[in-house]
Antibody, heavy 121, light 107 residues
């Protein structure tokens, strides 16, 4: 059974970097049939896809246009996890952040537990 | 980006009712449409993928239909655990985009 376990701080100061990690068990970040995503959720904006990392003989990364200038999603094969870094955060980045696996069905079939992140001084 | 419009945003229903939630894409996404249930304080859970395929472990009272731009999620014979929020999501291309959600409440 695949499980995703998120870790990272719940409070980030404005202009600083939000960093979260998603540890994978039961699958591999290097799987050729999965994509590893970050999604966030707010009451006002709903569910918002941030980006993903995919391995298909080589690594590919895609980001949402709204955050592409300040986001980085990286796999770590030695630890079997992937990470999210979001730079220069503002209060608008306050949200619940989720990691999620997408398989060849196209659905996000496994989610982390969610990390509420508040951007505040 | 593909914009997803979901309706209604909320509905009230009774245990045993049959309900339908609709999702519309602003352009053809074939059958690349997925449905999720989210209970308060929890992560979304995949119910339906590819518009009409039941995710493993999901009860058969849930069903999905549609293709192109118009899709529906039907829940037959509502149970107490079905009172939650539901979201559609397109996987036709990136960015992945979600509908605004439907909150199903007890009447």
């Amino acid at each position: 059974q695949v499980q995703l376990q998120q870790s990272g701080p719940g409070l980030v100061e404005p202009a600083q970097t939000l960093s979260l990690t998603c540890a994978i068990s039961g699958d591999s970040v290097s799987s050729n049939s999965a994509a590893w995503n970050w999604v966030r959720q707010t009451p006002s904006r709903g569910l918002e896809w941030l980006g993903r990392t995919v391995y298909r003989s080589k690594w590919y990364t895609e980001y949402a246009f709204s955050v592409q200038s300040r986001i980085s999603i990286k796999p770590d094969t030695s630890k079997n996890h992937f990470s999210l870094q979001l730079n220069s955060v503002t209060p608008e980045d306050t949200a619940i952040y989720y990691c999620a696996r997408m398989t060849t069905t196209g659905g996000l079939d496994c989610w982390g537990q969610g990390t509420p992140v508040t951007v505040s001084s | 980006d593909t914009h997803m419009t979901q309706s209604p945003s909320s509905l009230s229903a009774s245990i045993g009712d049959r309900i339908t939630i609709t999702c519309r894409a602003d352009h053809d996404i074939r059958s690349s449409l997925n449905w999720y249930q989210q209970r308060p304080g929890k992560a979304p859970e995949l119910l339906i993928y590819g518009a009409s395929n039941l995710q493993s472990g999901v009860p058969p009272r849930f069903s999905g239909s549609g293709s192109g731009t118009d899709f529906t999620l039907t829940i037959n014979s509502l149970r107490p655990e079905d009172f939650a929020s539901y979201f559609c999501q397109q996987s036709s291309g990136t960015p992945l985009t979600f509908g605004g959600g439907t909150k199903v409440e007890i009447k």
